[in-house]
């Protein structure tokens, strides 16, 4: 019995680790606004989000899964030159924003708890983040950013050291209302663009990548070739389920960690009339009078702990973009000397964030950047990675099934209206 929770643990890790990476500061800025500002009446969206979310990360897992290439490397592959240049060039300008303003977040945190200098902490952040992604084996990566996610129930200790009104909390994820306003709306489109995040698609499709070449690496080491061959064709099967089991449970966690920012704003703030919160740090700051020191220490652990995981995610994801598309060698797995171009693009994001956070750049405007960048990016990442999943030149007999098609085009349609209302307001 004992070892069934240890090998159902084991199957867990790109899913869950994307999925925790989802809920960074910026995005627990965002959560933290919609319960400040609507209390609780804005729940029913991280319950909307989720199938969709579900969805799309699915088959970002199974394109890399089955075809052993990352998203930027099939795109290059079925699509025009530019096409490829223009989404990728996208993310890696939002992203190096948001490892900015993620940054940014930490340090203020650690600079509220302890005091001091918050851009001495932005630069030891940095180069902690930096060193262990690049000087850190695959294997050792993976079980650290699984540990990380632990950091994200801080948020389920702060809702229970609050007040909360469970009934108010059920209505506003059952009962679906929203003020017909400018605000409100932007607001459901932060979430829907914090929730839904090109970053993602191509960090989980990578991680496959790593994950399928890790176990190829072991069955070499142990001799065993001819066996590895056969038994790869037979467990594709199987692993596209433990990627389904993965991805659930990814996702599943990262929205609620999201319905527990919520919740615990709505039943502090709200009722304190604080409605208007524009980072994760001023969110934890005015949590101090209201719910008691231990909910702010709480609340800013958070913020670190996440920061930790979402800023070598979101320079990951850049890299792996970046290499695929000049077919660079790439992977956590090779040290530096031997995929240099790699690495040093997860330098650059990293490095860039970094700097932005001495530049003067207000880093509210630049989330708000980086989130039209992201949304406008997904769209055609998404409607080209369903073109992907139901090419059977591409997944084979691994096509996607038609409960996840009708997942994947609903999310895609959903971003399409979100970043159509963006442009409008």
């Known amino acids: 019995m004992s070892a069934n929770p240890k090998r159902w643990l084991r199957k867990l890790g790109p899913g869950v680790i994307t999925g925790a990476a989802d809920d960074d500061p910026s995005g627990i800025a965002t959560y933290s606004q919609a319960g400040a500002q ?18 799309i990360q699915m088959i970002s897992a199974r394109i890399g899964r089955v075809t052993g290439h990352g998203l930027a490397s099939n795109i290059r592959r079925h699509y025009p ?13 939002a992203n190096t924003i948001n ?128 066996r590895a061959r056969r038994a790869n064709a037979a467990s594709t099967g199987r692993q596209l389920r433990r990627i389904e089991l993965d991805t659930i ?28 919160i524009e980072t994760s740090a001023q969110a934890a700051e005015a949590l101090r009078p209201i719910a008691g020191p231990f909910a702010f220490a709480l609340f800013c652990l958070g913020i670190v702990g996440t920061g930790m995981l979402a800023v070598p995610v979101l320079a990951g994801s850049a890299a792996y973009a970046v290499a695929e598309t ?49 949304g406008v990016a997904a769209v055609p990442i998404m409607a080209v990675m369903m073109f992907l999943a139901t090419d059977r030149r591409v997944l084979g007999k691994f096509t996607v099934r038609r409960w996840l098609k009708l997942a994947g085009w609903l999310a895609t349609a959903t971003m399409a209206a979100a970043v159509a209302a963006m442009l409008v307001l």
């Open 38 to 55: 609507f209390g609780f009446a804005l729940g029913w969206t991280v319950v909307l989000t989720l199938p969709l979310m579900i969805g």
């Open 249 to 276: 449970a990814g996702m599943t966690f990262s929205n609620l960690i999201a319905l527990a920012i919520i919740v615990s704003a709505a039943a502090t703030l709200h009722p304190a009339g604080i409605t208007h």
């Open 99 to 226: 490892v900015a303003a993620d940054i940014a977040a930490m340090a203020e945190s650690v600079h509220l708890v302890a005091g001091g200098p918050a851009q001495l902490y932005a630069v030891a952040f940095g180069a902690v983040c930096l060193s262990l992604e690049v000087f850190m084996s695959y294997r050792k990566y993976v079980r650290y950013l699984k540990w990380l996610t632990l950091a994200l129930f801080a948020y389920v200790g702060v809702v229970l050291s609050v007040d909360v009104r469970w009934g108010q909390v059920l209505a506003g994820i059952v009962l679906p209302r929203m003020e017909l306003s400018a605000s409100a709306l932007t607001l459901v489109v932060a979430i829907f663009g914090t929730t839904i995040s090109p970053y993602l698609f191509f960090w989980q499709a990578a991680q496959e990548v790593e994950e399928a070449a890790a176990a190829a690496a072991r069955a070499r080491r142990a001799n065993a070739a001819s």
């Open 326 to 374: 000049f077919r660079w060698k790439h992977g956590l797995d090779l040290k530096p000397h031997q995929a240099r171009g790699f690495y040093a693009i997860v330098a650059l994001a990293t490095a860039g964030g970094v700097i932005l956070n001495f530049v003067g750049i207000d880093p509210i405007r630049a989330l708000v950047w980086a989130a039209v960048i992201n």
């Open 81 to 93: 030159a530019p096409v490829l240049y223009a989404v990728v060039a996208l993310l890696f300008v």
